[in-house]
């Protein structure tokens, strides 16, 4: 199982929002890239970087910031937020992004998700965040009318890389893992599965461990890396069976 770390962009800064909730932000750094090199230190095998502001915003806003740590890192990176149509994820591709992770536009567009998919192969990611049962949308500013196990069935065959599955109410909050959700989404699906929102510790990872022969191929952490609550060398050791 593969523990990623999370870096959150918005206004050039590395932050971390409280429930989803832009106006209950922690600034952890003002400049992205050294943390980037900071979790490639420790040993991170893929880094998650979502473009807050692009979300909201339904555009690529820190185009220039995220193509400088892909280019400053050997990790591979994911980028989502913002992305809405071919040409940003072709863009993103060429920048040396490894994979692309849509959202709303999954939710408003499937047949898009499954033309991205076709075009750059292993490379399509869809995040399906909910808030209860449903999915929300425009960088969790709304709520969709689609129930996250309807999308995930839908998408399944779409041709993606993998699902991120986030639990709104828990990220950024440190409360630990939901699994009433992301449990029923794995027996739904056979298409691999990162697990995000509420991941605070060791014990965490531990008690995801299990999940991985049911399709969980990693967990997306941030607030409790900056934090210190989780300790990211260690979490990756222990997930790879190493401690």
């Known amino acids: 199982m593969l523990v990623v770390p999370a870096i959150d962009l918005k206004d050039g800064r590395c932050v971390r929002l409280y429930q989803?909730?832009?106006?209950?932000?922690?600034v952890y750094s003002e400049d992205p890239v050294a943390i980037a090199k900071e979790f490639e230190k420790a040993?991170?095998?893929?880094?998650h970087i979502v473009d807050l502001s692009g979300a909201k915003e339904g555009k690529a806003v820190h185009r220039n910031l995220i193509a400088q740590i892909a280019k400053s890192i050997s990790v591979p990176v994911e980028v989502g937020g913002g992305v809405r149509d071919l040409a940003t994820i072709e863009d993103y591709v060429s920048l040396g992004v490894d994979?692309?992770?849509l959202g709303t536009i999954a939710c408003r567009e499937p047949e898009l998700v499954r033309e991205a998919a076709r075009?750059?192969?292993?490379?399509?990611?869809?995040?399906?965040?909910?808030?209860g049962?449903?999915?929300?949308?425009?960088?969790?500013t709304s709520e969709s009318s689609i129930h996250y196990l309807e999308l995930a069935k839908l998408l399944e065959d779409a041709g993606l890389r993998a699902i991120i599955f986030t639990d709104i109410t828990r990220d950024g909050t440190e409360e630990g893992v939901n699994l009433k959700r992301v449990l029923p989404l794995l027996e739904t699906v056979s298409l691999p599965v990162y697990l995000a929102g509420g991941v605070s510790s060791i014990e965490d990872i531990k008690k995801l461990l299990p999940l991985e022969e049911k399709g969980l191929e990693g967990v997306i952490t941030g607030r409790a890396i900056y934090t210190g609550a989780l300790d990211l060398r260690e979490a990756i050791k222990i997930a790879k069976g190493m401690a």
């Open 20 to 26: 989803g909730d832009y106006q209950k932000e922690t």
């Open 43 to 47: 040993g991170a095998e893929l880094i």
């Open 99 to 101: 994979r692309v992770i």
């Open 119 to 131: 075009l750059f192969p292993g490379r399509v990611v869809v995040s399906i965040d909910v808030r």
């Open 133 to 140: 049962d449903y999915v929300a949308v425009e960088g969790w």
